[in-house]
T-cell receptor, first 114, second 115 residues
Framework: GQQLNQSPQSMFIQEGEDVSMNCTSS?????WLWYKQDPGEGPVLLIA?????ELTSNGRLTAQFGITRKDSFLNISASIPSDVGIYFC??????????????FGTGTLLAVQP | EAQVTQNPRYLITVTGKKLTVTCSQN?????MSWYRQDPGLGLRQIYY???????DKGDVPEGYKVSRKEKRNFPLILESPSPNQTSLYFC??????????????FGNGTRLTVT
């Protein structure tokens, strides 16, 4: 199945630094979602985006739905140790068939050193 | 509390011994799905169900079966497990497949080891 190109694959940063990651696709999407997966847990929804150009924040997290509808960005400001985990993007194509099928990115592993 | 519950969390079994991983959601969601997660491959969809008695194959359905006899339950069945099915499995649900604004909610995962 198709996967989204997500980068970077991993990041090792110091506490307090800002973080940026993105997902790109060759196809357009009508929904972009960002999930976080803590070790040993299931992915948890962070931010949902439904319109091109939309910019949405959730605390220190900000995500944007790219104007071209082929990409999305997630920024984390002033990182803290509990930000550690794997971040996934997921996209849903318009008229994506009779399913709620999401296409997932390959994930960005974030490590934060205190 | 709204949640997707999977059981068991951990399972070690031997090749060929049939097993079932249960999944239940208490949110009255129409859509349910199973994924497996493997290093470097991300989340891959195994099967999904748009409603009771409606199931269909995802990207990697070989070796798996599902059933959806009730809205809240969506068990994953491995009739004859093999070592290549060793993986981390997630069940997920969402309000409806028609509504694009209904993100997936995931369970906490089942780590399966087949020896």
């Amino acid at each position: 199945g198709q996967q989204l190109n997500q980068s970077p694959q991993s990041m090792f940063i110091q506490e307090g630094e800002d973080v940026s990651m993105n997902c790109t696709s060759s196809s357009i999407f009508n929904t972009w979602l960002w999930y976080k997966q803590d070790p040993g847990e299931g992915p948890v929804l962070l931010i949902a985006l439904y319109k091109a150009g939309e910019l949405t924040s959730n605390g220190r997290l900000t995500a944007q739905f790219g104007i071209t509808r082929k990409d999305s960005f997630l920024n984390i400001s002033a990182s803290i140790p509990s930000d550690v985990g794997i971040y996934f993007c997921a996209g849903q194509r318009p008229g994506g068939g009779a399913t709620n099928k999401l296409i997932f990115g390959t994930g960005t592993l974030l490590a934060v050193q205190p | 509390e709204a949640q997707v519950t999977q059981n068991p969390r951990y399972l070690i079994t031997v090749t060929g011994k049939k097993l079932t991983v249960t999944c239940s959601q208490n949110m009255n969601h129409e859509y349910m799905s199973w994924y497996r997660q493997d290093p470097g491959l991300g989340l891959r969809q195994i099967y999904y169900s748009m409603n009771v008695e409606v199931t269909d194959k995802g990207d990697v359905p070989e070796g798996y079966k599902v059933s959806r006899k009730e809205k809240r339950n969506f068990p994953l069945i491995l009739e004859s497990p093999s070592p290549n099915q060793t993986s981390l499995y997630f069940c997920a649900s969402s309000l409806g497949w028609r509504d694009r604004g209904s993100p997936l909610h995931f369970g906490n995962g089942t780590r399966l080891t087949v020896t």
